[in-house]
């Protein structure tokens, strides 16, 4: 490597713990009632967004399957993208009334994240908002049992949940972690995601493959590491322009659902600091102006890597040239990292994704007032790959622009 | 890819569970007793080797940790490689006797093998034998947990034990899998593995990478999986080169533990048909001539694949390209496979291992014996990438020589 890492150390100890289990492959949400009975479920709470897992016959196949097993139910629909503390509440609600000892979230991120809230929630005598402004960590949880029908979030294998909650004194979109919420099993059939909408498979892809850059985007010593997570990433970039083409391809479906969950179970972060930075500013954005969170990481990470490569180059030139496949011939290193960028940008261009923020939310974005929200939320500084000011921030959704 | 697949079907369904606490990094091994005390456990009992543990000082730090956590435990030594049924009698013996509850082996695979067979033994009323020859299944265990000094069988995260057992029928060496016997956790500090003989490194670097081989030999396609495996195989196998000049370099140590844990836990062979025919054929060697078995694997899988790649050359190819980087330009397919074995061979040769098993163990070895073994022990037909008759397993033998 020709560029002096000045940060560089070596691998930090680290705990690798990801107990769920992983059902995968064709018919398998027919499993969900034989799987809840065998994780001891009695009454089911099933959570779920809108129309579409109806319309689909997803949602009476699962009841079918819960019936089947002989398990009771109740279901909380209405689940939005950005989910909001409001409908975690109602299900707190619905769960204490209801008796319910297992969550069953249908859907994406924000089904599960919400599953996830009620599950802390409802064996808890507070305001479960306490676990969200750090006042309360949770003790105790609700099992947690999920089926997948959006590849993106990896919240189906992860210990995280990001809640929304607007008051008086402004929006706050806030993620935690607990071992308690970590779901016991994830159902994921590939097939289910063949009919979203295109967008929805390319946001997706853009939040997975943020999950790992976060993570990659380190100035820790990590050879195995850094090459299966390149591995990754370009696999997921190589299947999501197949499935562009070809949105049936089931190997090319497979590939992007499985590597979603390896993107964030914590395989691609062993031995790291990692670095956040960009999920955070995009949150910001999403909170805001209400975007998909795929989309605006789509505008935020190549900013943001644009940005910080100036001052810590290493990781920037070895994803250009490893993940991106620049050729260095004959090119300097801002050369081989811009290019590394710009292909980054093609790639979610080819997507149908834009990378400018002022073109995602169709107005002028008020910075200021992000950056602000920023502060309130998490303090003066971002990040660890290079850690950013406040003043970095407003630089960087500048350059998002 | 230049070459058809005859074979080539999509991704199986699968369950991924790999619940295993790693618990990785400088001096974790501190942590025995913290750990078996959050696990739960009552009475444990020590299994480890030989001398080398208790001269190290490790056997007396762990005991220190758990006398620390107010532990109680007995201890059970003197386990060998290739490790017999012999031992496992004495240690259900010594286990029922001092009600134990929670196992731990402090060692490499053999260590492990045998405390999991004592684990399930210890609670079975019958001969522990029995779920060797599937006389009986398993349906309870003690706990397991591991404390890892040699990177190679994976068995700290694996669900696998493997006994050979002498009787007046033969040698019989016999792998079975239960979810029960899966570790609750493993601690893993790579500088234990520092003072190993070199030798017992270069074995474990030709098992963990076999563990991936038996998996990445399939007809089942598998792109994303495909590259991480080649990912992990290529940083085993620059690592290993960098241990051979550099024994204390704690990233390459590092990589090479964790990297032995991912080629067994099942992440490698995720939806696809594995093979497992090279293990099988290493385990008649193994069993009757003694030998290390990541050393019979140097010598039984390159001929296991010379072999195959006659009648199945698709994976060969990708093989030689992909892991062993064989610049294809200018070679017809016969020549890029046959440069990716020799490739193969010249790094088990640095490494300081031998392909030829004439000379691993010093004599003729009994090929008609080992077939008619193999055959007692396992059927009439081996593998799965091409399934071979007791003829083919005879000229596999027959090249490795």
Not at 26 to 45: C, H, P
Not at 59 to 64: F, H, P, V
Not at 128 to 139: E, S
Request: glycine share 10%; with cysteine.
């Amino acid at each position: 490597m020709p560029i002096e890492g000045t940060h560089t150390i070596v691998m930090n100890n680290f705990i690798f713990h990801s107990p769920t289990e992983f059902i995968f492959g064709r018919n398998t949400e027919n499993e969900a009632g034989s799987t809840l009975k065998r994780y001891g479920a009695g009454k089911v709470m099933l959570v779920y967004g809108g129309g579409s897992a109806e319309k689909s016959g997803l949602i009476r196949k699962i009841t079918d399957s819960l019936t089947a097993s002989g398990l009771e139910y109740v279901a909380l629909k209405g689940v939005k993208p950005n989910p909001e503390a409001d409908l975690v509440y109602e299900g707190i609600g619905l769960a204490v009334r209801e008796g319910v000892t297992f969550m069953l979230a249908v859907g994406g991120g924000s089904v599960i994240d919400t599953a996830k809230a009620i599950a802390v929630g409802a064996v808890y005598s507070g305001d479960f908002w306490d676990f969200y402004i750090g006042k309360a960590t949770p003790v105790a949880s609700l099992p947690i049992g999920v089926v997948l029908t959006i590849p993106a979030a990896g919240s189906e294998g992860s210990c995280k949940t990001v809640i929304t909650k607007k008051d008086d004194l402004g929006i706050h979109k806030i993620s935690i972690g607990s071992e308690l919420i970590r779901p016991r099993f994830a159902i994921m059939n590939p097939e289910l995601t063949m009919t979203l909408p295109w967008m929805q498979t390319a946001y997706g892809v853009a939040d997975m493959l943020c999950h790992i850059f976060e993570r990659y985007f380190s100035n820790t010593e990590a050879q195995l590491v850094n090459a299966y997570s390149e591995a990754i990433m370009r696999d997921i970039m190589d299947q999501a322009l197949t499935l562009k083409v070809n949105p049936d391809d089931y190997n090319a479906r497979a590939d992007i659902m499985w590597a979603g969950s390896l993107a964030h179970n914590g395989l691609c972060g062993v031995g790291k600091v990692e670095d956040w930075a960009s999920h955070r500013l995009e949150h910001e954005v999403s909170a805001f102006y209400n975007v998909a969170h795929g989309a605006g990481l789509a505008c935020i990470f190549p900013a943001w890597l644009l940005y910080v490569a100036k001052r810590n180059p290493d990781m920037a030139w070895k994803f250009a040239i490893n993940v991106m496949s620049v050729n260095p011939q004959g090119l300097d290193t801002d050369h081989i990292i811009a290019h590394g960028i710009s292909t980054l940008k093609q790639f979610y261009n080819d997507l149908g994704l834009t990378t400018s923020l002022r073109e995602l939310i169709g107005e002028e974005p008020d910075i200021d007032a992000m950056v602000e929200s920023l502060r309130h939320n998490i303090g003066d500084t971002l990040g660890n790959y290079m850690p950013l000011s406040m003043d970095d921030c407003k630089e960087i959704y500048r350059l998002a622009l």
